[in-house]
């Protein structure tokens, strides 16, 4: 059995808001990253850790890297679920993993990888409060 | 005793994400117009006429004027409150009032006006639908 | 003849996004106030005076007011022109106003009002580097 | 020697809005795809196709994968040059490949990957509009 089972899948809701479709009537792309972060606020309120705080005690958690795969399209008003999981903590690098679902279909899968970050722009060790979202 | 004592008050929540702050600290001006437009369509679910529906039937509800008036900064991760009512039907104008609060804050009012209007460009008679959110 | 005459019009030109389209086509109406904040960015750079520099030198000019008028729709690509006319310095407050244009077409016409703040939140006297941009 | 010696780079400028800019003063990350897209756009005008016409033609080009490096950030009103190339088109799926750049520091590297897209959601060849872009 391997670690990824413990891995915990963070849950949450949105409705698609007009202000993010396109021309086509789908999701404008670039939003679904906004949805993945809207997806790891949540998860850190869930635990307790809301971002704002992390930040507060001089942790940032830039994004340096992002990645999405499209599916299928979503639309206006649908009722999407992100799920989210934390994967990996390798060395100073953050990985987070998102499947946004309408009910059983995946729309969008990606990934962002990130760093913990002084204000002063030093690359931290991943904080404890960023180390248990890997633990079950 | 006047009519608006009979209007009724929509209320939605959202958590400010990261990608709504600016430079300040503070949530960008516009994205506040995004927050009304939600609101709206939250508003348009619980009378049980999603947006989506009207618009299948051929009926969309364009934005001709807003205005917003900024009291007070909401932050990155604030939770917000948005009240709605549907204040006005004048002839074919719809008019729609808003307060964004944070706790008994209020940090944003503002309005905006609609017209019922065709797929193809016609202006129409506000719809039931419409009308009926004026109604106690 | 009166002091308006010699208001300077500061114009600017872009290209509609896909990202600012929305499933009828047109510009999402919160996008206009972005394109007003372009506009005023590029103003002060016209004269010389950059926004970001403004802000290192600890004035920050947020808006207490935004208001937007919707004429006619713009579409995806479509070549505007903004004006901006700083009209009016009214003891803390500046009033700034737009005029969008396609050609010959106004599109959407607005004013956003500011005041100038520093970092701790007081409200100063609008600067001379505001000041200049009524003066013709 | 190889094709990609034939690759033509297209460049696109740009000055940072402060809508872009998020709470630590960087780009936001979703705003970079945001980039790529009007990067896309003033490529395609370039060559004289502009994108809608492709459109109106029943022509479209969905993203079905995204990808970014963020390797420097981004400021408020840095004026920032996006590069763009389409480097493969292999069966149905096109590839473009952007560097942004502010002088001489690299900020941004990504990709994205597209189809042709019929409007009844039939995949369809690369168009010769598209073919074009890989040649030199």
Known sequence: ?????????FKMNLYVPYAHIDKMGFVYYANYLVYFEM??????????????????????????????VYKKPAHYDDHLEVNTVVTDIKGVRIRMEYVIKRGDDTL???????????????????????????EG
Chains 1, 2, 3, 4 share one sequence.
């Open 108 to 134: 969008v899968t990606g990934y962002t990888e990130h760093v913990c970050l002084s204000p002063e722009g030093k690359v931290l060790k991943p904080v404890p409060e960023i180390r248990q979202l890997t």
């Open 1 to 9: 059995m391997t670690a990824s089972h413990h891995r915990r899948t």
């Open 39 to 68: 997806a790891r606020a949540d998860m850190m309120r869930q635990v307790g850790t809301p971002y704002g705080e992390l930040e507060k005690k001089g942790v940032m958690l830039p994004v340096i890297e992002a990645h999405c």
